[in-house]
């Protein structure tokens, strides 16, 4: 029986562009992630559901199904961290990209250091589930009680 390997860094890479698919999976390699590169945006939602990836790079500019939409599938069901990584630098394109889900937004040419730089800074705010998110009894405070029938 082996121990989990929570310790385990997984990245998945959404990105049509070979070089640069494979640049992002030399980056994140260095970095000390497991990349998983895909080409499309089907597969990259697949591969977030199948590697429960930390991280996940995406293109927004992508046959079928465009980065957006593929954000927003993304988060439907994972908290993986978001970077959009993309040549469209319009401010409507950024606005869109952060309210499909996105973490992170950098556009192309990116400097490889930068961008893990940013992922290193990501990871050092961690997620918090919805459970844990709801807010905690004050200091002090009693628990809830069950009502008392009068004596």
């Given at each position: 029986?082996?121990?989990?390997?929570?310790?385990?860094?997984?990245?998945?890479?959404?990105?049509?562009?070979?070089?640069?698919r494979?640049?992002?999976?030399?980056v994140?390699t260095?970095?000390?992630f497991?990349?998983?590169?895909?080409?499309?945006?089907?597969?990259?939602?697949?591969?977030?559901?199948?590697?429960?990836?930390?991280?996940?790079?995406l293109?927004?500019?992508?046959?079928?199904?465009?980065?957006?939409?593929t954000?927003?599938?993304?988060?439907?069901?994972?908290?993986?961290y978001?970077?959009m990584?993309?040549?469209?630098?319009?401010?409507?394109?950024?606005?869109?990209?952060?309210?499909?889900?996105?973490?992170d937004?950098?556009?192309k040419?990116?400097?490889?250091?930068?961008?893990?730089?940013?992922i290193?800074?990501?990871l050092?705010?961690?997620?918090?589930?919805?459970?844990a998110?709801?807010?905690?009894?004050?200091?002090?405070?009693a628990?809830?009680?069950?009502?008392?029938?009068?004596?």
């Open positions: 029986m082996s121990a989990p390997t929570d310790d385990r860094r997984v990245a998945v890479i959404i990105e049509d562009d070979a070089d640069i494979h640049l992002l999976e030399a994140l260095q970095a000390g497991d990349a998983i590169a895909t080409s499309n945006g089907l597969d990259g939602v697949a591969a977030v559901r199948e590697h429960d990836p930390i991280v996940t790079t293109d927004v500019s992508m046959p079928g199904m465009d980065g957006f939409e954000a927003k599938r993304i988060r439907a069901f994972s908290s993986t978001l970077v990584l993309t040549a469209r630098d319009d401010e409507i394109d950024t606005l869109q990209g952060l309210e499909a889900g996105a973490d937004y950098l556009t040419p990116f400097r490889p250091r930068e961008l893990r730089a940013r290193e800074a990501m050092r705010r961690p997620r918090h589930n919805q459970a998110d709801a807010p905690a009894p004050a200091p002090g405070a628990a809830p009680s069950a009502p008392v029938a009068p004596a």
